[in-house]
């Protein structure tokens, strides 16, 4: 079975300050796909980034970064220089590896605020 | 990027009747779409799996009758609620990937129902 954690259900800070947003996942896969997904309040959900397990070099992306860490089942999505629009919803989401159907499970979301 | 659309946006309906929402990818085929419903404040939860000319494969405790489920063409899907019930009031989000390993899911703007 799969799960995905994020304990962090609502953050808030101060426009400029850096962010880190947690993720841990269980998977009794040897390789699967890793996800952040972005929900503003206008509800679409905005991909942000894939992961492959087989790939542990972190990635940074303008001010998003990700550190994927195997050994600690965790995938942490850290924000610098917040902006408010920024503001959203975010989601971690795991997904096995194999070909054909591939069911993806989030985690229940990280509200962040980013007051200006 | 991929692109895929969902509409409406939008539906409040009176109880009793049904409501069709579709779901299309605009410019990649998916033999695969996915419907899921999200609550307000939490994670989404997969409702089911829409195969393109097969049946769909549903979510334990999704009732099928009730959520039909259509996948007619290489890129659209349609979910249908019928006979809808207050309880049924929700946001509902499809999602769908290229036909390659590991694609990541594109999701529609979702759709918000409200049913009085």
């Known amino acids: 079975a799969q799960k995905v954690t994020q304990a962090q259900t609502e953050i808030s800070v101060v426009e400029k300050e850096d962010v880190t947003l947690d993720c841990v996942y269980e998977t009794r896969d040897t390789t699967y796909y890793l996800f952040w997904y972005k929900q503003p309040p206008s509800g679409e959900l905005v991909f942000l980034i894939r992961?492959?397990?087989?790939?542990?070099q972190n990635e940074i992306s303008g001010r998003y970064s990700w550190n994927f860490q195997k050994s600690t089942s965790s995938f942490n999505f850290t924000i610098t220089a917040s902006q408010v629009v920024d503001s959203a919803v975010y989601f971690c989401a795991l997904s096995p590896h194999s070909g054909g159907y591939q069911k993806v499970t989030f985690g229940t979301g990280t509200k962040l605020q980013v007051i200006p | 990027g991929a692109v895929v659309s969902q509409h409406p946006s939008r539906v409040i309906c009176k109880s009793g009747t049904s409501v069709k929402i579709e779901c299309r990818s605009l410019?990649?085929?998916?033999?695969?779409m996915f419907w899921y419903r999200q609550f307000p404040k939490k994670s989404l939860m997969l409702m089911a799996t829409?195969?393109?000319?097969?049946?769909?494969?549903?979510e334990q405790g999704v009732e099928k009758d009730k959520f039909l489920i259509n996948h007619a063409s290489l890129t659209l899907s349609t979910l249908t609620v019928t006979s809808a019930h207050p309880e049924d009031s929700s946001f509902y989000i499809c999602?769908?990937?290229?036909?390659?390993?590991?694609?990541?899911?594109?999701f529609g703007n979702g759709t918000r129902l409200t049913v009085t």
């Open positions: 999602s769908a990937r290229a036909d390659r390993v590991g694609s990541p899911l594109h």
């Open positions: 992961r492959n397990s087989f790939d542990e």
């Open positions: 829409s195969n393109e000319g097969s049946k769909a494969t549903y």
């Open positions: 410019d990649f085929q998916a033999t695969t």
